[in-house]
């Protein structure tokens, strides 16, 4: 008996459409805002939406200079808070921006290499490992990822429709400043001035620069008074190089497998690297990026993203002209590591469900003290449906050059989902301070939390307070002694066995009145204080 294929290679239409959205959706819901930059930008897209102001501490006091992801945000709050949880709805715009970027990408990798080589562009940048990990979380650099994509689209489009090149560049330029400042708006700039020699003893190259001028000028008008940005440029030549080594040592893992295939393409096409050509538009993106991300950016997660566009198109040829032995064994490596990260993620879930393997069982409620496990029905419905479709994807694949790749992809995408759909509970349980910021405000009288002080507090965490509880919090300065006298309460973060108590006015002390942490975390310690002058309060520690 003979099973139709999963997928048709090259694939093409609305299959490849379809994974494509998978991939960009999957991981995005069912879970809380996490302590990272996820439940800062929530916190601050949710203002955007209902037109508070509770968040502004986490921005320094002041709107943001760079609304357009928060825009979005907020616009599919708006649409979908009605199926959705709020912040579910929310980070649904970052799926949408990943989209706009691998469809920008895909016609890009289409009008430099044609269009039987399109798709394997956009499943390279599905398939880097940091791309998949920043993709699916609030993240307004998103935005400048999508703006790049379509900056390289239109430039792979120059030499043919030169008009329609314009209208996308100054599109995209209008993109990176509404959606990452200055520092954005210039990066992409600079990157598309350098890109311009590829074009220039075409005479339509001069019409070209003249756009991006014009486009550049628009959207420095929109953000008047913003040049003297202290976050506009790295100072200093040590600060430059030490910021371009930790872009260096960043890109290895970040960027898999995308380096050695971008390498083994470069080797292919070596004896024509000498000529500088539009053929190697990807090359040059990528070299110009490397050299100004750390003028503009530090070296972070979620700036190293810039680099992933040019350098999965870089990597497009040598993907499909791996030798057989090569594409034998990517193709085999894929399969199998994805097949058995499949299987620990079930037997894992097992064990948090069924209590079946036993020590596995007992080491998961060692990490997170107090988690009960719960079958649910909809989620293990989801999850089986994906694993029978990757064991159908391992047997019907068809022989193809892009059978590894898109079996690299597929199989990290069904890794992804399957520990979205069958360890996120237990992860986010972790990871979520909902649980503690509800028993912290708890101990707050209602008519005082409209006024709270925060010290040593990290922005993350003050972004969860403000998220789940809608707490106002002002900053207490190390060196400010003088608390406001409507402010008489303060919370503190620190580590377990070390207490620091924080500055108070001349007369009064500082008296913790709570301590507590979230579950199996062992390095924070939250601690709340209220301002008293006399008595000794009755102290509750919060194991």
Request: charged share 15%.
């Amino acid at each position: 008996m003979r099973f139709p294929h999963a997928l048709t290679l090259p694939p093409s239409g609305w299959p490849l459409a379809g994974l494509m959205a998978f991939y960009a959706l999957a991981g995005l819901f069912g879970h809380d805002p996490w302590k990272s930059g996820d439940v800062i930008h929530l916190a601050i897209a949710r203002d955007f939406l209902e037109g508070t102001a509770l968040s502004l501490p986490l921005t320094g006091g002041s709107t943001p200079a760079a609304p357009l992801y928060y825009w979005s945000a907020a616009l599919t709050g708006k649409l979908f808070s009605g199926i959705l949880p709020l912040h579910d709805a929310m980070r649904l715009a970052s799926g949408l921006w990943t989209a706009l970027t691998l469809l920008a990408l895909y016609h890009a990798g289409r009008e430099q290499y044609g269009r039987e080589s399109a798709a394997a562009t956009s499943l390279l940048l599905a398939g880097s490992l940091g791309f998949l990990i920043r993709a699916h979380e609030a993240q307004p650099l998103l935005t400048l990822v999508a703006a790049l994509c379509i900056a390289l689209w239109a430039a792979t489009r120059l030499p043919r429709k030169p008009r329609t090149a314009l209208c996308w560049m100054g599109i995209a330029l209008i993109m990176a400043g509404l959606g990452s400042d200055l520092a954005g708006l210039f990066l992409l700039l600079f990157v598309c001035l350098a890109l311009l020699f590829l074009a220039w003893q075409e005479r339509r190259g001069r019409m070209f620069l003249c756009g991006i001028a014009i486009a550049s000028l628009l959207v420095l008008a929109w953000l008047p008074g913003r040049l003297g940005d202290p976050l506009l440029f790295a100072t200093g030549v040590p600060h430059y190089l030490r910021n371009l080594g930790d872009f260096l040592l960043l890109l290895p893992w970040f960027s898999w497998p995308l380096l050695p295939l971008a390498g083994w393409s470069l080797w292919l096409r070596r004896r024509q690297l000498s000529a500088f050509s539009p053929a190697f538009l990807s090359l040059w993106a990528l070299v110009f990026l490397l050299l100004l991300l750390p003028l503009f950016f530090p070296a972070a997660e979620a700036t190293a993203m810039l680099l992933l566009p040019p350098l999965a198109l870089l990597a497009t040829p040598g993907t499909l002209a791996l030798r057989r032995g090569a594409a034998n064994a990517f193709d085999w490596f894929s399969s199998m590591a994805f097949s058995v990260f499949a299987l620990l993620l079930w037997v894992g879930w097992s064990a948090m469900i069924f209590g079946w393997p036993r020590r596995l069982a007992e080491r998961a409620v060692e990490l997170e003290p107090g988690f009960v496990g719960r079958f649910e029905f909809s989620l293990f419905a989801l999850a089986l449906l994906v694993t029978l479709w990757w064991l159908w994807n391992l047997t019907t694949l068809p022989r193809s050059p892009y059978r590894s790749l898109v079996r690299w992809t597929t199989g990290l995408t069904v890794v992804w989902v399957l520990a979205a759909f069958l360890w996120l509970p237990w992860i986010d349980y972790g990871k979520s301070y909902r649980g503690l910021a509800a028993r912290l405000v708890g101990e707050i009288p209602v008519d005082a939390r409209g006024c709270v002080l925060a010290w040593r507090l990290g922005r993350a965490q003050r972004a969860s307070l403000i998220y789940f509880e809608r707490l106002t919090l002002m900053p207490l300065a190390a060196h400010d002694a003088t608390a406001p006298a409507a402010c008489r309460w303060l919370i503190t973060q620190g580590v377990p066995r070390v207490e620091t108590v924080p500055p108070a006015p001349p007369g009064a002390t500082w008296q913790r009145v709570w301590e507590g942490q979230r579950p199996g975390d062992r390095r924070e310690r939250f601690r709340l204080y209220q301002l008293r002058r006399a008595s000794r309060p009755v102290i509750s520690n919060e194991k």
